[in-house]
């Protein structure tokens, strides 16, 4: 059986410690030494006050969803569709681009809860996705 290759992560430079948290399932952002803004994507400078120093902290991967699309037509092998991509806000504040797995909400799903977890794709690539977090009212 053929397995879809996953589109590989493309890290830069200030990305490298992102994609070694997703391996790991134990997800990590850049945070701002000074002022503590987290940010994603990963940067040189923080965006806030202009620093330089970075720490890289474990997240929640709680959040909302901001917005949500749904494709229904196939445009990489990885992705079959109907392929659902959701703009979440982590608890923390930065936006992050993923997929949602699992029930869709009824009706609205602005501001619907979800939860992290971790895919890891048939060729091995672990990902970021989301939940619904019923956990949540």
Known sequence: MDIAPTPAPVPLVHDIPFWESVEQQDLKL????????????????????????????????????????????????????????????????????????????????IDERVSLRYATMPDGVVLPRFELDRTAS
């Open 30 to 109: 850049q945070r701002c030494a000074d002022c503590g803004q987290f940010r994603y994507p990963a940067g040189p400078i923080c965006a806030q006050c202009n620093s330089e120093q970075v720490t890289w902290e474990l997240v929640s991967g709680k959040g909302t969803i901001l917005s949500w699309v749904v494709f229904h037509k196939t445009y990489l092998p990885a992705y079959p569709a109907p392929h659902t991509v959701i703009a979440v806000r982590l608890d923390e504040g930065p936006i992050i681009i993923s997929n949602l797995e699992g029930p869709e909400p009824e009706g609205s799903w």
